[in-house]
């Protein structure tokens, strides 16, 4: 959950009518040391923020040239090896000072001077550090395929491969369990560093790596709103907003997802298979002992809902069926002849089955609420998507492809429904936040996830913010 800290200062300058506006800047060299600070010489500037994107922050700023120090240069404050925190302030009427919030660490990029009778000035694009991982600044790796192990740790893989580009600064979370590498994965010649770390990334899929303020890499689940706390109400909404604006995209609209995954290449398939209360016994001549890693196909009869099964082949030793995360596997009932897939598992002297599911891995998500306004019985009916190849292959299950149609379901049906406010500029916003707001149109007052805003730093500029609706009783995951 992104976590908004800011100080009683920082809010209460929020609310004021008054805004003086400063910005201060910080130049780091390589080791993200201050080396310099400087107020006073910027000119304008804007920063843009979006929780869709890799790249979460992009600024320009445009600043005075003060002396020779500011020629791009090798000994001087612009150039490669340098970095730039950026810091807007607002001047504090009760406590008579500036109060300020830093809104990004960046790459400097493209300075473009202007000098006339008037001007002596230089404007700069800022990137967000994921340009040094994604071949943008830096980041590609040597030209030779790189291949990523089926079974290593994800968090693991992650933190090693951010290393590669120099940054040792993280929060990085466990992935779901079994939170490991589910099959080899394989990145051809010339890939960056930020390829390696969105494959793994999108192992699951509602994931997201970024770099936050302070240059931090996060990967992490995106925030839903589920459990989460209102971090923004009507108490600063009302002094802030100027005006709003209400979107629905009906072409984007879907509430049926399928997902279609991985189609695995069984080594085994069962001759006959038989069901009694808790086992499925298969019938494969040629296995005399199980494999490691080894995919086992077969059919089931006609079936109701088959729960805490265990699986063996001809007279060897049964073995529970379970899922990734270490429960037991429900078997659905489904029609006779349906192909499902196993693969067994040695794991460390405790053997299992590991669910795979369907011959291709196969889930649907569809908006059962009859208080969503995309409900599949509601007189706009089933609006059906069906996902395949690319990144859905990386589904290699089942319960992977419904994850990944419970996230798309949510970015068709809530995702859709957005509402865009033109305020005063709030510093100190963040992304993937929980906020309250009361509609000026129609007084009725709902939750939103804030997904990007932008603003500009001269002190006539506003704010951009755009939300999504969040309905607490149908978080859409």
């Known amino acids: 959950m992104a976590q908004i800290n800011i100080t009683a200062s920082e809010l209460n300058v929020a609310r004021q009518r008054v805004q003086n506006k400063y910005v201060k800047i910080e130049l780091l060299n390589a080791n993200f040391q201050t080396i310099d600070s400087l107020e006073g010489v910027a000119l304008n500037g804007s920063i843009s923020v979006d929780a869709n994107s890799d790249m979460r922050r992009s600024a320009t700023l445009k600043f005075v040239v003060v002396d020779s120090t500011f020629e791009v240069s090798p000994s001087s404050k612009i150039w490669l090896d340098k970095y730039i925190c950026i810091y807007i302030g607002t001047e504090s009427i009760a406590e008579g000072e500036i109060i300020y919030t830093k809104i990004g660490t960046f790459v400097l990029d493209a300075p473009s001077y202007e000098y006339d009778a008037v001007n002596n000035s230089i404007q700069i694009s800022c990137l967000d550090l994921m340009s040094k991982l994604s071949g943008l600044r830096n980041g590609y790796l040597p030209g030779v395929p790189v291949t990523v192990s089926a079974g290593e740790n994800i968090r693991n893989a992650i933190i090693s491969t951010l290393a590669l580009g120099g940054f040792t600064k993280y929060v990085c979370s466990e992935a779901p369990s079994p939170g490991v590498v589910p099959n080899d994965l394989t990145f051809a010649q010339g890939s960056s560093i930020y390829t390696v770390l969105s494959g793994l990334r999108d192992i699951y899929p509602n994931y997201e790596i970024y770099f936050d303020v302070d240059g931090v890499f996060h990967y992490n689940a995106i925030p839903t709103g589920v459990n989460e706390p209102v971090q923004i109400d009507d108490t600063l909404w009302q002094s802030i907003v100027i005006s709003e604006k209400v979107d629905v995209n009906f072409q984007n609209v879907k509430n049926y997802i399928e997902v279609y995954g991985r189609t695995h290449d069984p080594a085994y398939f069962s001759s006959n298979t038989t069901v009694s209360t808790s086992y ?124 990944r149609a419970n996230y798309e379901l949510y970015m068709h049906t809530n995702m859709e429904n957005s509402i865009t406010l033109s305020c005063a500029p709030i510093p100190w916003l963040d992304v993937n936040i929980l906020v309250e707001y009361t509609l000026n149109r129609n007084n009725v007052t709902a939750q939103y996830l804030v997904k990007s805003f932008s603003y500009g730093f001269n002190i006539t500029d506003t704010m951009t913010v755009n939300m999504i609706k969040y309905y607490p009783e149908y978080a859409g995951m």
């Open 280 to 403: 499925i016994n298969l019938t494969i001549a040629e296995v005399i002992a199980y494999a490691d890693g080894a995919i086992y196909g077969f059919t089931l009869p006609t079936h109701s809902d088959l729960t805490n099964m265990s699986l063996r082949v001809g007279s060897l030793t049964y073995y529970s069926i379970k899922k990734d995360d270490g429960t037991n596997a429900t078997i659905t009932a489904d029609s006779a002849g349906t192909y499902y897939c196993v693969q067994y598992v040695y794991n460390s002297g405790t053997p299992y089955w590991r669910w795979l599911g369907h011959l291709q891995a196969y889930a649907v998500a569809q908006d059962n609420n009859p208080d969503s306004p995309y409900y599949v019985g509601s007189s706009i009916g089933v609006i059906r998507l069906p996902l395949y190849g690319g990144n859905y292959e990386n589904c290699m299950t089942d319960d992977l492809a419904q994850q």
